[in-house]
């Protein structure tokens, strides 16, 4: 069964950056997307970043900017770099991996906080 690992959380200071990365414990075939979410404690899990199989990226309006999302396909590996971190950045961060269109996987979160 195939896991996904993330790795990078920890505390940072508000202005402070991190780099989260996501990797699949095997080979994944026809990845159609990588995204990263986040969830904080009382509101709903979000799309934060999003990078398709042929590079277009997405971001959500609150992050634009700040963060960078990119991948590396040789190694099923998706990254999130966070510059400019803010106190309302705090929350739990999940990879996932969308393949042959139908098939999701979920990493198990990495925690992010952000102290003012």
């Known amino acids: 069964q195939v896991q996904l690992v993330e790795s990078g959380g920890g505390l940072v200071q508000a202005g402070g950056s991190l780099r989260l990365s996501c990797a699949a414990s095997?080979?994944?075939?026809?990845?159609?997307?990588m995204g990263w979410y986040r969830q904080a404690p009382g509101k709903q899990r979000e799309l934060v970043a999003r990078?398709?199989?042929?590079?277009?990226?997405m971001y959500v309006d609150s992050v634009k900017g700040r963060f960078t999302i990119s991948r590396d396909n040789a190694k099923n590996t998706v990254y999130l770099q966070m510059n400019s971190l803010k106190p309302e950045d705090t929350a739990v961060y999940y990879c996932?991996?969308?393949?042959?269109?139908?098939?999701?996987?979920w990493g198990q979160g990495t925690q992010v906080t952000v102290s003012s």
């Open positions: 095997r080979i994944i075939f026809n990845i159609n997307a």
């Open positions: 996932k991996f969308t393949a042959q269109l139908t098939l999701d996987y």
């Open positions: 990078i398709t199989s042929g590079g277009t990226t």
